[in-house]
């Protein structure tokens, strides 16, 4: 069990208890009076009470008031939210989305029962058990193919080029949830990691990665933390364990419960300290990434290169309730190598503190008068950092995507256009190329493509300005080309596709050599 950096702590209990802030008498007198308000309006009130949502509200306002990531957590939502950060279910294991109301297969998960069977992205799974699943809604898709370990659950699958639905009998089993979702080469020398949580598995996860792009050649490292909102505060020090040889602090922790204050240190036993690392970082960056983005800048063992990232230093920690809800507080503060806390300020509520981050210029003159008003920290050789408002990058690079409204729409169409539009072209480019690494050095959509998507577009009911279509279809081309390589490949090829098209991720690329004469490992 251990504290958890934008996520939780799980504890059975505790005998230990930080004195209360304000007098016994207040508090007692503070819960007559809601005792007394419930009763009154319980009594006469001019209609029945939905006790449920009165509760609901009372408890996420007492809590809001606290500061902004102490909430609580109903019955009915806690085991989804849990499930993100413990690492795996029990099913079938499939990345699924309800396209033309059919569910559609956006990729199996790898090692899982699906993957075993053969089903592939863009299968559409019309029957469970015998029954249609039409127009099934999300919930009924998680209701239907979630199961017990060892049970199965017989489906029939309509896959393109295939005249009859194909039958698969698939036996459920424990589901990993990974939060590594990449780790590619680049090119010759670099290696790529992704990384979307801390969950339990993650330290592992990286760990596993390292050694397999290590034995592809890899001498430089880009780890990319944009819009990973945290987990538990273990796996990020486990993760920055991997890449400090020193006796080093990586993160601190104080609050009012003794507990709460520790110090994690390196074990001195980092098994990668030998090659320069970027991380990208984003204003979607919070608090467990904030705290392997701060350690890396303190001990200028990592150069940070992107937007300054969300702001969060606080710690929470989760107890269930009785009823099967959960609470989830703010116990302590968490500090970088060097002192800071990132944390922004909240004390205007809840809902400015999070429009303040949303409206947020990343305009290099605002980022800096905001930074200069901050108070200075110093890094190992001496760099100015600063503390109470994020983590400021050391490169700052603007993520530039500058689309038409057509084409924005086009890519969040919750039918997912260029999916479907990819499985149609996946079929007739198979057996083209021979392997990935051709498709990706030749493979070129052009006008002809581009009129050919129109026209395909046109037929589903969309309106269409050719003239944007053009303007933008260097960037849409390879969201096709990247599809057509995730469905034809897998995922990872997906991501190796769309990164030649990302300017923070190209940017970086330039970088090494200041990233390696940071950390001396030029």
Known sequence: MGLVAGGFLILAGSSAKPSPAGSTDDLYQKLNALQEIIRLVNDNYVDPVEWDDVFEGAFNGLLERLDPHSTYIPKDQFEAINERFVGRFQGIGIEFDIIGNWITVIAPVVGSPSEHVGLRPGDKIVEIDGQSAYKFSQAQVVQTLRG????????????????????????????????VLAAIMLDERTGYILINRFSSTTANEVELALEELEGQGMTRLLLDLRNNGGGYLEQAVQVLDLFIAQDDTLVFT?????????????????????????????????????????????????????????????????????????????????????????????????????????????????????????????????????????????????????????????MNNPERLFFQYAEMAALEIKGKYP???????????????????????????????????????????????SEIAGQNWNRQALYLLRLQVDNQVQQALELFDQAGLLSGLQ
């Open 435 to 481: 392997d990935l690494d051709t498709f990706v050095r030749e493979y070129r959509p052009g006008a002809e493509e581009r009129e050919r998507m129109a026209a395909w577009l046109r037929a589903k009911g969309l309106e269409l300005d050719d003239a944007a279509l053009e303007e933008d279809w260097d960037y849409l081309a390879n969201r096709v080309a």
């Open 254 to 410: 104080k609050g009012r419960h003794p507990s709460i204050n520790q110090v994690h240190r390196a074990s001195r036993e980092g098994t990668h300290p030998s090659y320069p690392i970027i991380m990208l970082i984003n204003r979607g960056t919070a608090s467990a990434s904030e705290i392997v983005a701060g350690a890396l800048q303190d001990l200028d063992r990592g150069l940070i290169v992107g937007e300054t990232s969300f702001g969060k230093g606080l710690v929470q920690r989760q107890w269930r309730l009785s009823d099967g809800s959960a609470l989830r507080v703010t116990v302590g503060r968490y500090y970088t190598p060097s002192g800071r806390l990132i944390q922004r300020p909240y004390g205007e509520g809840r809902e400015q503190y999070y429009h303040d981050l949303m409206s947020r210029s990343e305009d290099p003159q605002v980022q800096d008068s905001i930074r200069d008003t901050l108070p200075r920290y110093y890094t190992r050789s001496g760099r100015t950092v600063y503390g109470g408002g994020g983590i400021f990058p050391d490169v700052r690079i603007t993520f530039d995507l500058d689309l038409t409204e057509q084409s924005l729409r086009l």
């Open 148 to 179: 017990e370990k060892g049970t199965s659950v017989n489906i029939k699958v309509r896959r393109a080029g295939q005249e009859k639905l194909l039958p698969f009998t698939i036996i459920r089993d424990d589901i990993p949830i990974y939060s």
